[in-house]
Nanobody, 116 residues
């Protein structure tokens, strides 16, 4: 079964950290760029960043220097390490992969809430 499952979300105070995980099944994980998106209430889903099959990363400007994307191909898992979290980082976070054949796959999302 082709599936992405996110975990690791929760409630954290401003300045805190969280690490999200995205476990993949049913795909040849090491072939694909893994993307992290987020969607805040009332806003469009935005790309937070991605990691290529070779390990190269890109980030949206608002998270540069605070968020780090990594991957463990042996575990078919991608990670989003989020440090110095701000209230504006509050959103549902999704991982995504765009398959060459079969189209995009999305996880169910995990809620991140940054609040004091």
């Amino acid at each position: 079964q082709v599936q992405l499952v996110e975990s690791g979300g929760g409630l954290v105070q401003p300045g805190g950290s969280l690490r999200l995980s995205c476990a993949a099944s049913g795909i040849i994980f090491n072939m694909y760029t893994m993307n992290w998106y987020r969607q805040a209430p009332g806003k469009q889903r935005e790309l937070v960043g991605d990691i290529s099959s070779g390990g190269s990363t890109t980030y949206v400007d608002s998270v540069k220097g605070r968020f780090t994307i990594s991957r463990n191909d042996a575990k078919n898992t991608a990670y989003l390490q989020m440090n110095n979290l701000k209230p504006e980082d509050t959103a549902v976070y999704y991982c995504n992969v765009n398959r060459h054949i079969g189209g995009p796959i999305w996880g169910q999302g995990t809620q991140v809430t940054v609040s004091s």
